[in-house]
């Protein structure tokens, strides 16, 4: 005969055959193998609370994924989320740690639970209506939004969605919008499965993640409720996970680059040229604002 197997995570597990007489066969290991990608450099390995900031990560054997969840503002269907086409999470807020029989385990009974985490966030489940709604504590706001037609299955829900008197969410300390309209910049996402009869919470996902090849990811940082140091994971779709350290901080600067140049004085002095070479040793010019003393300057995974 032959099985599709369940889920799960690497290692060796045993199967048995069970007849519908109750006759059970003797057991056999069978082995799960997963991928095995690793992160070299994240640039650069620190951000902004607010997320919302560009990284380059380096490493091997990454994978692309598929994921789904509600974006766009609509909040009755669940589609494909385009912009993460690999999973990285930064953080470990979530409930998976909790015995099911505590507070905020997700355990559902009656159809219906609740799981409160840290940052002030909020999730309701319904399962006769089919609903999430999902709430945040910030900025002396509480922002709500109700997902419809939830269908029990893993999908990404959009922090940004979330309204508190028609004002979109933005983290704290955002400065670059006031939530009057939507931008679809997401901040963060939030991923929710049923497993064992619980809803399963994990905050944390970037909301934009390009893949670039098998060595390189270009991500957009998720928001974070403090400064801290945090684990930044990479999962492949076969469970293959890849970890590292990321810190977030609340800087004061808000540096920003306008222009890039290499410039060397023409033969006949008349005018400036850039150029560039993949030997490096040439000095560029960099044009912006708000760039501090003892500053790094990375280039590609280089400083």
Known sequence: MKVITPKREAGTVQVTVVNNDLGVSNEMPYTFTASAPTIT??????????????????GSEFYRSVINGYTNNVDDSIVELTDIETIVRFGSIDNKNIAREQPNSGLIF???T???????????????ANTITMSVEENGK?????????????????????????IYYTPNGYTEGDGTTYTNK?????????????????????????????NHLVVTTPSYYTIDPVTLAITNPDGGVATTTF??????????IYSIGAKIISPDQSYWMVEGAVNGSIEIEILGLDFRENLQVRVGEKK
């Open 142 to 166: 509480v922002y709500t939004r109700v997902f419809n037609n939830y269908d029990d299955s893993d999908a990404y829900f959009p922090m940004e969605m979330l309204t508190s008197d028609s």
């Open 41 to 58: 450099t994240v640039s650069p390995n620190k951000g902004r609370k607010q997320g919302v900031e560009i990284k380059d990560i380096y």
């Open 247 to 256: 810190e977030y901080t609340n800087p004061d600067s808000n540096p920003k």
């Open 186 to 214: 997401i901040f963060e996402y939030v991923r929710m499965y049923i497993e064992d009869k619980r809803l399963m919470v994990e905050r944390g996902y970037a909301p934009k993640v390009e893949y670039d090849n098998v």
């Open 114 to 128: 609740t799981v409160e985490l840290e940052g002030g966030l909020r999730v309701s489940y319904d399962g006769d």
């Open 110 to 112: 009656n159809q219906r």
